[in-house]
Nanobody
Framework: QVQLVESGGGLVQAGGSLRLSCEAS????????MAWFRQAPGKEREFVAI????????RYQDAVSGRFTISRDNAKNTVYLQMNNLKPEDTAVYYC?????????????????WGQGTQVTVSS
């Protein structure tokens, strides 16, 4: 069974940090583009960050650029999202996703595999 399992979410004050992890199982994801998306209450799911299969290329949503860092450890089948200087507007459920075509695209429709999500809440 293919699974992506996120962890590391929680409640943090504005200006604080969290590190999200997404561990994959059931298949090897080392050739996949991996990404993080988020969905705030009442809003559509939106792209946050993306990383190529090798980890050499990354891209971010403008609102998180300079504060968030995506990385991966293919030996552990795990992708990470380091989030620093968190703001209340970062509050959302965060999802990791895998694109088996390694297309390096930010649109959610290209991602075949999704985790269940982890809640991040930033208080002001």
């Amino acid at each position: 069974q293919v699974q992506l399992v996120e962890s590391g979410g929680g409640l943090v004050q504005a200006g604080g940090s969290l590190r999200l992890s997404c561990e994959a199982s059931g298949r090897t994801f080392s050739r996949d583009t991996m990404a993080w998306f988020r969905q705030a209450p009442g809003k559509e799911r939106e792209f946050v960050a993306i990383i190529t299969s090798s980890g050499k290329n990354t891209r971010y949503q403008d609102a998180v650029s300079g504060r968030f860092t995506i990385s991966r450890d293919n030996a552990k089948n795990t992708v990470y999202l380091q989030m620093n200087n968190l703001k209340p507007e970062d509050t959302a459920v965060y999802y990791c996703a895998a694109d088996a075509e390694n297309s390096y695209r930010a649109q959610s429709r290209y991602y075949e595999y999704w985790g269940q999500g982890t809640q991040v809440t930033v208080s002001s």
